[in-house]
């Protein structure tokens, strides 16, 4: 049995994928991966070189991962037909492959574990039925808890669920399935989610609070002071934090999300939670990780400062969207340091501070 890792160049790109050959049979496993090609008469760039050779080592380790699942009769080869090949497996590929963005990653590794805790050992692609996929769904809504041992959120749930369905649809248009379960299956409904978000006392008391890993109380702290999302401040470096007489310290950066490039302006007190500038080329917030074992240390620092609300890192966005409202900033202005591209999206912010105006109202009876 030989597992080669092998290259389809067209373009500017190469497409990389595993040659399993055993017994005069080939079968092929396209990676998803992809490799820069120098132009003509022209060299990569650093970056790219770099990037190539992150990419490579994912495809090779994906490589003598099968060659070992192969030999131990774990991964389908044809001769054994590919519904007995692992799902589980199947899983931990497509999660891989969203490692370049963490926030996607972070959620297709969550559903990973739960799925794990669900079939303990294995399951194959013949033994994922309508009947399966039912106690599957069962099991995250009744049984499934967060690393805090609290029970899952119902959108939590939902995402988890839909991400093995997206597993099967792939698994589908790869041919390893002639017909997919989860057609037959309906998802689980998404709650219209309470953005959680704290008040500026709450916000002061956090402040002065410690936290177990004092790089994540900066980063969550400056979110809440500029409204950035993770993924940008964890992908900040120092040439996107800028000066100017007219404008004083603001973040130029393309947004992860949307693309878009945005000039964010920062109070004074936002940019003392940098530190000391380093080289442009280096990050901001060097050591800043995104895991669930980071999410239970940031859930303990808030519960530390006496706080009881359920916070995750995105509270801290929702809570300059609110506090930037409450505080009399118009909706437009929230909405383009929110980087929003539709007002749609900011006026949820502003249904929060109805919603409080009239608990506060109610309050007062005669």
């Keep these: 049995m030989n597992v080669t890792l092998r290259r389809r160049t067209k373009g500017l790109k190469s497409s990389l994928y595993l040659d399993f050959y055993h017994k005069g049979k080939r079968q092929f496993e396209y990676l998803q991966l992809y490799l820069y090609v120098p132009p003509e008469n022209g060299k990569l760039t650093k970056a790219q070189n770099e990037e190539n050779k992150t990419t490579l080592a994912l495809a090779d380790s994906i490589r003598a991962k099968r060659l070992l699942e192969v030999q131990n009769g774990i991964y389908g080869f044809q001769d054994h037909g590919k519904l007995k090949g692992s799902f589980l497996r199947y899983m931990e590929n497509m999660t891989q492959k969203r490692i370049s963005n963490m ?4 959620n297709w590794d969550s559903a990973l574990k739960h799925l ?3 079939v303990k050992t294995d399951v194959t692609f013949s033994q994922i039925d309508k009947k399966w996929l039912n106690d599957f769904k069962e099991y995250l809504v009744n049984s499934a808890q967060t690393p805090a041992e609290q029970p899952l959120a119902q959108n939590s749930a939902s995402s988890y669920f839909n991400k093995v369905r997206a597993a099967l649809k792939q698994a589908f248009r790869d041919g390893i399935i ?3 379960p989860a057609d037959e299956i309906t998802g689980i409904k998404i709650t219209e989610s309470e953005r959680e978000f704290l008040t500026l006392s709450e916000l002061q008391d ?3 609070t410690d936290c177990e890993i004092p790089i994540l109380k900066q980063a969550f702290l400056f979110s809440a002071l ?3 999302r993770w993924s940008d401040i964890n992908k900040m470096t120092w040439a996107e934090v800028q000066h100017s007489a007219e404008m004083g310290y603001y973040i130029r950066f393309t947004q992860k999300k949307t693309k878009g490039t945005e000039t964010q302006p920062i109070s004074d007190q936002a940019f003392s939670l ?3 500038r380093c080289v442009p080329s280096s990050r901001v917030f060097t050591g800043l990780k995104y895991s669930a074992w980071h999410n239970l240390r940031l859930q303990q620092w808030v519960m530390t400062a006496k706080i ?5 890192f995105h509270c801290a966005r929702h809570t300059y969207a609110t506090l930037q409202l409450t505080l009399g900033t118009d909706i437009y202005t929230v909405s383009k340091l929110l980087g929003h591209k539709d007002l749609k999206t900011t006026q949820i912010y502003a249904k ?3 919603d409080k105006k009239k608990q506060a109202a109610n309050k007062i009876t005669l």
């Design 103 to 106: 926030g996607n990653y972070g």
């Design 116 to 118: 794990k805790n669900f």
């Design 178 to 180: 002639q017909r997919n």
């Design 206 to 208: 956090l402040a002065k």
């Design 226 to 228: 500029t409204g950035l």
């Design 274 to 276: 940098l530190g000391e």
């Design 308 to 312: 009881t609300k359920s916070i995750t």
């Design 352 to 354: 929060i501070i109805d």
